[in-house]
């Protein structure tokens, strides 16, 4: 059974940074085919893909927030974590990350979710 | 970025009906498109992948559609528990872009 839970600070302030921690299980990230990615919702808004990480340790980030994400994993952990620096209050949001793993030709989906976490920032 | 649009944002449907709901990428994005269901306060669930496979325990009155840019979700008999928000992605490119969602309603 796969599951992954979402950590990390409630509440932050602008210009201050942020990292989430996700730890799973049910999976290991040393699997062909394996990776972990993050995405955010904010408030009443669509969901929002970040960046993921997969079993041989390439990484893709969303090109709009390239310059303030960093993706990392520690696979004896089971853990994936995700920093965001420069906060402000437009990044408040649900934050979660998800089991994508390889379909046909490549392609990763979100097979499962975390259950998230809300991340307010605010003065 | 490959823009994910949906139609409608919003539908009022009774138990027993069928809906449709509707998703064109800006591109062409092959396959590569899943459906997402989110109940409120809870984390989108995984319904279809690869535009028509219906994901592990998803109920078969949930089928995909579609190839290219044009892509159907369809739910043949509304149940209670299906109202709520369904969501397209497309994974074809990085980054991987959401739908803006449509909000199933209890008529």
């Known amino acids: 059974q796969v599951t992954l839970k979402e950590s990390g600070p409630t509440l932050v302030k602008p210009t201050q940074t942020l990292t989430l921690t996700c730890t799973f299980s049910?999976?290991?990230?040393?699997?062909?085919?394996?990776?972990v990615g993050w995405i955010r919702q904010p408030p009443g808004k669509a969901p929002e893909w970040l960046a993921l990480?997969?079993?041989?340790?390439?990484?893709r980030y969303s090109p709009s927030l390239r310059s303030r994400l960093t993706i990392t994993k520690d696979t004896s952990r089971n853990q994936v974590v995700l920093i965001v620096t420069n906060m402000d209050p437009v990044d408040t949001a649900t934050y979660y990350c998800?089991?994508?793993?390889?379909?046909?030709?490549?392609?990763?989906?979100?097979?499962?979710w975390g259950q998230g976490t809300l991340v307010t920032v605010s003065s | 970025d490959i823009q994910m649009t949906q139609s409608p944002s919003s539908v009022s449907a009774s138990v027993g009906d069928r809906v449709t709901i509707t998703c064109r990428a800006s591109?062409?994005?092959?396959?590569?498109l899943a459906w997402y269901q989110q109940k409120p306060g809870r984390a989108p669930k995984l319904l279809i992948y690869?535009?028509?496979n219906l994901h592990s325990g998803v109920p078969s009155r949930f089928s995909g559609s579609g190839s290219g840019t044009d892509f159907t979700l369809t739910i043949s008999s509304l149940q209670p528990e299906d109202f709520a928000t369904y969501y397209c992605?497309?994974?074809?490119?990085?980054?991987?872009?959401f739908g803006q969602g449509t909000i199933l309603e209890i008529k």
């Open positions: 992605q497309q994974a074809s490119t990085f980054p991987q872009t």
């Open positions: 690869t535009a028509s």
């Open positions: 049910g999976f290991s990230l040393s699997t062909n085919g394996v990776g």
């Open positions: 998800g089991y994508q793993g390889r379909r046909v030709r490549g392609v990763y989906f979100v097979d499962y």
């Open positions: 990480i997969f079993w041989d340790n390439d990484k």
């Open positions: 591109q062409d994005i092959n396959i590569w």
